[in-house]
């Protein structure tokens, strides 16, 4: 298989999140060459709002994994950084999230690219356009309200 540019959402609010998420750009390793790294952003939680808040960033990976592969590999990464299944949007050590691969469109019940909610989470989009400036145009069209809670805490 030829390689395809993915875009991996990383987050994380449980222990040293930042130091989670710079673990995390480490671990992509494995899964293909990180081409690109965003900075990370501290974010307000999204959907269950009663916990820590977020340290959110974007890799963008060449990868000749497929999609469900690539799944795979990342949820594999997550549980061995020590993420435990709670509830949808509660607090992780570590959350990855393909939020693109290359062009290519997926709509199945456990795996849905482009990401299902990207258009909506300025969380994901402004580190997303700091990297891929495709994004930029969705970025700018999020509310400013939405764009101002992604703070950025160290640059990349």
């Not at 298989?1 to 710079?22: D, L, P, T, Y």
């Not at 990976?61 to 949007?89: H, M, N, S």
């Not at 356009?129 to 145009?137: K, L, Q, T, W």
């Amino acid at each position: 298989m030829s390689a395809a540019r993915a875009a991996i959402g990383i987050g994380s609010n449980v222990g040293e999140a930042a130091g989670n998420v710079r673990r995390a750009f480490e671990r992509l390793g494995e899964t293909g060459t990180v081409f690109a790294r965003s900075s990370l952003y501290r974010t307000a939680p999204w959907g269950v709002t009663d916990q820590p808040p977020f340290v959110n960033a974007v890799a963008l990976v060449d990868t000749t994994l497929a999609p469900r592969e690539l799944l795979a590999a990342l949820k594999r990464i997550e549980a061995d950084e020590g993420r435990v299944a709670t509830y949808r949007w509660g607090p992780r050590v570590l959350d990855l999230d393909i939020l693109t691969y290359g062009d290519l469109v997926v709509d199945e019940p456990d795996l849905v690219i482009p990401h299902a909610r990207l258009r909506e989470r300025a969380f994901a989009l402004v580190p997303l356009a700091e990297i891929d400036d495709r994004f930029a145009s969705l970025r700018d069209a999020l509310p400013p309200g939405e764009r101002a809670g992604v703070v950025e805490v160290e640059p990349g």
